[in-house]
């Protein structure tokens, strides 16, 4: 089985200061990770992912995610927050060896303020 | 760019009515995927298609059905609508391979049930 957990419900930080947001996963394979975005109103985001390579993986909008097998984990970050990253934010995993199917985390509103 | 198309955005239905939700995708995606978003709980995965007429079960899939005739589109139906399935549904497709690839998602529909 798979499963993916988002620690904080709420993040807030300050315009330009770093941010972090958290997820840890479980799978018996390895795993595929995503992060994903949803702005209000509006469909989920693709954000990066990691399948495999180095750790630490780019994406879109300036963030980027470290990849840490020992501790399970899969972070988001982005060295200095804007007020427009306010959004709903996603973590998903997929075990290699299962099905096509991503669980989802339950989501961590973050909000910057300014 | 890809874009998924959800055919309603606001939808207000009485308990017991056949509800259709359909979603429309243009890039030629092989997978399909509906979704339902509730607050606290994150994604749940509803049933999911990787080829026309072809179809497999999610993690919640009662009281629920879907139809895939023709590859673009993916249709939702609820048989007999009930207020637990008032809720946030979401559309998504993906490429061929299924495991590494990201999902691309729809604007969402919001489902309410009096």
């Known amino acids: 089985a798979q499963s993916v957990a988002q620690p904080e419900d709420q993040v807030n930080v300050a315009e330009g200061n770093p941010l972090t947001v958290k997820c840890t996963y479980s799978v018996s394979g390895n795993p595929y990770l995503f992060w994903y975005v949803q702005y209000p109103n509006r469909g989920l985001q693709f954000l990066l992912k990691y399948i495999t390579g180095d750790n630490l993986v780019k994406g879109s909008y300036g963030f980027e995610a470290e990849f840490n097998k020992s501790q399970t984990s899969f972070h988001l970050k982005k060295p200095s927050a804007l007020v427009s990253d306010s959004a709903l934010y996603f973590c998903a995993v997929r075990d290699s060896g299962s099905a096509r199917q991503l669980t989802f985390g339950s989501g961590t509103q973050l909000t910057v303020l300014p | 760019d890809v874009k998924v198309t959800q055919s309603s955005r606001y939808l207000v239905k009485r308990t017991g009515e056949k509800v259709f939700l359909e979603c429309v995708q243009d890039?030629?995606?092989?997978?399909m995927f509906w979704y339902r978003q509730d607050p606290g709980l994150g994604l749940r995965l509803i049933y999911f298609?990787?080829?026309?007429?072809?179809?497999e079960k999610g993690d919640i899939p009662e009281g629920y059905s879907v139809s895939r005739e023709k590859k673009e589109r993916f249709s939702l139906i609820l048989e007999s609508a009930s207020t637990n399935q008032t809720s946030m549904y979401l559309c998504a497709s993906s490429l061929a391979d299924g495991f590494t690839d990201e999902q691309y998602f729809g604007p969402g529909t919001r489902l309410t049930v009096t």
């Open positions: 298609s990787y080829d026309v007429k072809m179809k």
């Open positions: 890039m030629d995606h092989e997978n």
